[in-house]
């Protein structure tokens, strides 16, 4: 049976939410495979509106929802988003939700050093949503973290905390703040141990049953391509690797696994926090996008930069995770625009580059090559069918797909989901 592995091929904020809940209906068990709550996924059931940080959209449904060892996890948060959820009526127990046991966890210590480093970044600061995210995958790579399955052993903890806080309390001392209080610490992981750890697992474990059984997986990404801390426009990056290779590595399934890669496009690009954008608008239009598309972060509420579609950083993206097919969002919001502008390519120091570079300042410097192409007057919200299109908004499809040298598997036109053209269903391919 097929799989699926739905990532975000922009800066992140691509419409995930939507089709991620329309697949997980369909799936027996979802799977986050990175980032943590820095993530921000609304999902739409009936009248119920959900917001999600960390959890896997299928916990919204009942379906098997899993946190795979590639997250980083809060466990504070989690409890939070756990009884918020609860209390809108979602039933939370160990039999259709997991938490992998090697999950490094996000500490206070690492929210402080996240503001810190921010704070005293003045203008070269990163933009990141402040919950930790970074300095905790840092104490991971640095083998010094706090996992999961830590929890059960705090009595035990002490060689590790002498290595943690003795890197910190240096970082600390930098910024003329206290060291960590380690009793308080320990205190705090005491209390909220209990909660995390009957969700505590091998994960890899049980989802190799699941895939044995023969059930549909679906791995969940956060973030973007382009935020990718390999592949994206570093140093303004999240931590994590975005791309749909951190499937396999960041649930403990094989790359095998990964089936159809699902890269989720917005019709026009936007971007949340510092970093380079070669086609941000800083004029009417892109005002006009914002609010169209109400361009406002889910997690930090932070406006959204905008601009057209840039189809070199769509290509590359779809490249670098072997993207199957896309999933096209937000269409209705180009609607009513006399003409729309696509980046096909840029200028640098008097060459044409066809993909971009990896510095930051020639990420900087790029000037877009925009193909112009006349908009439609009709309206694309809402459409079914392709007859449902105006044609000039069939032929943008088209352009979109050519250049991204990748075919459109879905077309969003609204927040509603029976408001999809579907050309290929993912999980049946
Ligand atoms: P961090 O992940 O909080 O470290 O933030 C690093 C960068 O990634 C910042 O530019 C954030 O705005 C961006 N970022 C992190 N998570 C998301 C997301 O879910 N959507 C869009 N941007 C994000």
């Known amino acids: 049976m097929a799989n699926v592995t739905v990532i975000g091929a922009q800066w992140g904020d691509e419409g995930k939410g939507k089709i991620v809940d329309w697949l997980a209906s369909r799936a027996d068990a979802v799977v986050r495979f990175q980032g943590g709550h820095n993530a921000g996924h609304t999902l739409v059931v009936g009248n119920q509106v959900y917001k999600l940080s960390l959890l896997p959209s299928g916990i919204v449904t009942g379906t098997l929802s899993i946190i795979g060892n590639g997250v980083v996890l809060d466990p504070w948060h989690l409890k939070s988003e756990i009884e918020k959820l609860e209390g809108q009526g979602v039933v939370i127990n160990t039999e259709n939700f997991a938490v992998a046991d090697n999950c490094p966890l996000i500490l206070p210590l690492h929210r402080d050093l996240d503001g810190l480093r921010e704070a ?31 929890l059960a052993h705090l009595d035990a903890l002490d060689a590790q ?10 970082l600390r001392a930098g910024f003329g703040q206290p060291a960590v209080d380690r009793a308080a610490l320990i205190a705090e992981l005491k209390e909220i141990a209990p909660f995390v750890l009957q969700y505590a697992q091998p994960v890899w474990k049980r989802l190799k049953k699941v895939r044995k059984a023969g059930a549909r997986i679906l791995f969940e990404g956060a973030q973007g391509v382009l935020l990718d801390v390999d592949h994206g426009t570093y140093p303004f990056v999240t931590s994590s690797n975005t791309v749909s290779g951190t499937a396999a590595s960041g649930s403990g399934l094989g790359p095998s696994s990964a089936g159809f890669v699902l890269g989720i496009v917005k019709a026009y690009t936007t971007r949340v926090g510092s970093g380079p954008f070669p086609t941000e608008l800083d004029d009417e239009t892109g005002q006009c996008l914002g609010e169209r598309g109400h361009e406002f972060g889910t997690v930090t509420g932070r406006k959204r930069r905008c601009g057209w579609f840039d189809a070199v950083l769509v290509r590359q993206s779809c490249a670098i995770s072997g993207v199957t097919g896309i999933a096209l969002t937000k269409l209705d919001v180009l609607d009513g625009f006399e003409t729309v502008k696509i980046c096909t390519g840029y200028r640098l120091g008097g060459k044409i ?28 919200a809402g459409a079914r069918s392709w007859a449902d299109l105006p044609a000039q908004a069939i032929k943008y499809i088209q352009r979109v797909q050519e250049l991204i040298e990748t075919p459109v598997a879905l077309v969003s036109t609204s927040p509603e989901r029976e408001d999809t053209i579907l050309v290929r269903d993912p999980f049946v391919d």
């Open 353 to 380: 580059l066809d993909y971009f570079p990896s510095h930051a300042a020639d990420q900087a410097n790029v000037e877009p090559i925009y193909e112009e192409m006349e908009g439609w007057s009709g309206t694309t």
């Open 120 to 150: 005293a970044a003045g203008s070269g600061k990163i933009g990141t949503t402040g919950r930790g995210i970074g300095p905790a995958y840092e104490d991971k790579v640095g083998r010094r973290a706090i996992r999961v399955c830590d």
């Open 161 to 170: 905390l002498d290595r943690l806080c003795a890197h910190h309390d240096a």
